[in-house]
């Protein structure tokens, strides 16, 4: 049974920064390509930013891009996701998912395996 359990969510102040964590079991983790998506109230569910096998190759969301960092320990089968200069439009559902594909990894419909997500606020 894969599991993948998000931590590390809360309340932030503007400029703030948060250290989300994903814990997996149940799958080969070194085999999947990690992505993070986030759903606000009212909003689809929107691509943040993924990660290859190795961690070699990285990929973000223009919204994010700078401001956060995405990285895994495959040893511990845990991604990381460092979130830095918090604005208020980063208030979301923050979620994990797991893919066995390399391409298209900005679309969720090809993530089979997806946590259940934390809360992130953040307070101008």
């Known amino acids: 049974q894969v599991q993948l359990v998000e931590s590390g969510g809360g309340l932030a102040q503007a400029g703030g920064s948060l250290r989300l964590s994903c814990a997996a079991s149940?799958?080969?983790?070194?085999?999947?390509?990690m992505g993070w998506f986030r759903q606000a109230p009212g909003k689809e569910r929107e691509f943040v930013a993924a990660i290859s096998w190795f961690g070699i190759k990285t990929m973000y969301a223009d919204s994010v891009k700078g401001r956060f960092t995405v990285s895994r320990d495959n040893a511990k089968n845990t991604v990381f996701l460092q979130m830095s200069s918090l604005s208020s439009e980063d208030t979301a559902v923050y979620y994990c998912?797991?893919?066995?594909?390399?391409?298209?990894?900005?679309?969720?419909?090809?993530?089979?395996?997806w946590g259940q997500g934390t809360q992130v606020t953040v307070s101008s």
């Open positions: 998912a797991a893919s066995t594909t390399v391409a298209a990894i900005l679309n969720p419909m090809n993530y089979a395996y």
């Open positions: 149940g799958l080969a983790f070194s085999g999947h390509t």
